[in-house]
């Protein structure tokens, strides 16, 4: 399945105290239906009052983990996006929170490609896919150097295990 037909007509909510980074996502998103907040307050007014396919949540700025709670209370799958909250320890965080998928902002180019995985996987019963995962993986290597997931070696290994995939589950993905 294609990513615009995955994505044609979802209601997403992008959160981000950066009015660029909010334009830039609603351009990459055009086929979706997309609610804009630059704060925390009117995220939660959007939560409140509307259903969300997704949401893509900032760390910083806008209290985004208050954001992930409130959306996972929600049932809302939500996306971290982030560049001054890019470390290992909020990776982890993210997910040990709940959070989908961690995407650097230097990655913003392919949000398209990260939401439409985690909706397709939604879709097919997998709420723990690590498709993003593994394509982000050489970028935090290269951004946190070789050893990183060394300070967190029992979350990553439950990582991997909880989060496998399996080969009919891969075969059904973009």
């Given at each position: 399945?294609?990513?615009?037909?995955?994505?044609?007509?979802?209601r997403i909510l992008i959160v981000d105290d950066e009015p660029d980074i909010l334009e830039t996502l609603e351009e990459l998103l055009d086929m979706c239906l997309v609610d804009k907040a630059?704060?925390?307050e009117t995220a939660k007014k959007f939560l409140d009052k509307y259903p969300y396919d997704a949401a893509i949540l900032d760390i910083m700025?806008?209290?985004g983990y208050d954001l992930l709670q409130l959306a996972n209370e929600k049932g809302i799958p939500a996306i971290m996006l982030t560049a001054h909250a890019l470390s290992p320890d909020n990776l982890v965080k993210s997910i040990k929170e709940g959070a989908r998928?961690?995407?650097?902002?230097?990655?913003i180019s392919d949000i398209a490609v990260y939401l439409a995985e985690m909706l397709n996987a939604q879709n097919r019963g997998i709420k723990k896919y690590?498709?993003?995962f593994k394509r982000l993986k050489p970028f935090f290597d290269k951004k946190f150097g070789p050893?990183?997931?060394e300070k967190d070696?029992?979350?990553?290994k439950?990582?991997?295990e909880s989060y496998a995939v399996s080969k009919d589950e891969l075969d059904a993905m973009i």
């Amino acid at each position: 399945m294609e990513i615009q037909d995955i994505l044609k007509d979802k209601r997403i909510l992008i959160v981000d105290d950066e009015p660029d980074i909010l334009e830039t996502l609603e351009e990459l998103l055009d086929m979706c239906l997309v609610d804009k907040a630059p704060d925390f307050e009117t995220a939660k007014k959007f939560l409140d009052k509307y259903p969300y396919d997704a949401a893509i949540l900032d760390i910083m700025g806008v209290r985004g983990y208050d954001l992930l709670q409130l959306a996972n209370e929600k049932g809302i799958p939500a996306i971290m996006l982030t560049a001054h909250a890019l470390s290992p320890d909020n990776l982890v965080k993210s997910i040990k929170e709940g959070a989908r998928a961690y995407v650097p902002k230097d990655k913003i180019s392919d949000i398209a490609v990260y939401l439409a995985e985690m909706l397709n996987a939604q879709n097919r019963g997998i709420k723990k896919y690590r498709g993003w995962f593994k394509r982000l993986k050489p970028f935090f290597d290269k951004k946190f150097g070789p050893d990183w997931q060394e300070k967190d070696k029992d979350f990553w290994k439950a990582f991997d295990e909880s989060y496998a995939v399996s080969k009919d589950e891969l075969d059904a993905m973009i």
